[in-house]
């Protein structure tokens, strides 16, 4: 069955550098557009960047453009978002969430929890 | 960035009633809406894609109807897990926005 998994959150100082990893199976992994959506503690859903199933493009919230890239091996099966001089108002669950081909979002994560404070 | 505004921010509702939840966006995004449900510690789930379609799995109690900037979620017979938060979310510009979500809550 379809799975993504997330790992790589934790616990950071601000302007601290913190890399998320996703582990896609289930699902022919090269050929799907990928997402990250985050939720801070009692918020709502804020969609952070996304990647093409082959690597050629890709898009970031302006909260997050400059700081976070987005990358993927459609030979391991993997996302990954490096996160860069985080800041606290980064600390949120991140999903990484599959984009279905009808086009929205219909697979995701349990998440994985950043949390940015001094 | 189109911005998307839900309503009500709660709803407190009984089980069997009606629900209808409501979605406007500020400018045209044609029919590229969707529905999620959230459950608490859970991640979202997609209902409603391209407005009015069901997801895989999603039962018949739950519509979506709407074009262009106003969209509504109905659900015709509340069953008890259907209490959740329920966000909107648009497809048809960059960035994806979602809705601040709905709160449906059991009276």
């Known amino acids: 069955q379809v799975q993504v998994v997330e790992s790589g959150g934790g616990v950071v100082q601000p302007g601290w550098s913190l890399r998320l990893s996703c582990a896609a199976s289930?699902?022919?992994?090269?050929?799907?557009?990928m997402h990250w959506v985050r939720q801070a503690p009692g918020k709502g859903l804020e969609w952070v960047a996304a990647?093409?199933?082959?690597?050629?493009?890709?898009k970031y919230a302006d909260s997050v453009k400059g700081r976070f890239n987005l990358s993927r091996d459609n030979s391991e099966n993997t996302l990954s978002l490096q996160m860069n001089s985080l800041r606290v108002e980064d600390t949120a669950v991140y999903y990484c969430?599959?984009?279905?081909?009808?086009?929205?979002?219909?697979?995701w994560g349990q998440g994985t929890l950043v949390t940015v404070s001094s | 960035e189109i911005v998307l505004t839900q309503s009500p921010a709660t709803l407190s509702l009984s089980p069997g009633e009606r629900a209808t939840l409501s979605c406007r966006a500020s400018?045209?995004?044609?029919?590229?809406l969707a529905w999620y449900q959230q459950k608490l510690g859970q991640a979202p789930r997609l209902l409603i894609y391209?407005?009015?379609n069901r997801a895989t799995g999603i039962p018949a109690r739950f519509s979506g109807s709407g074009s262009g900037t106003d969209f509504t979620l109905t659900i015709t017979s509340l069953e008890p897990e259907d209490f959740a938060v329920y966000y909107c979310?648009?497809?048809?510009?960059?960035?994806?926005?979602f809705g601040q979500g709905t709160k449906l809550e059991i009276k």
């Open positions: 969430v599959r984009e279905g081909t009808n086009n929205w979002f219909d697979f």
């Open positions: 289930g699902f022919t992994f090269s050929t799907y557009g």
């Open positions: 990647i093409w199933y082959d690597g050629s493009g890709k």
């Open positions: 400018q045209s995004v044609s029919s590229y």
């Open positions: 391209d407005a009015s």
């Open positions: 979310q648009q497809r048809s510009n960059w960035p994806r926005t």
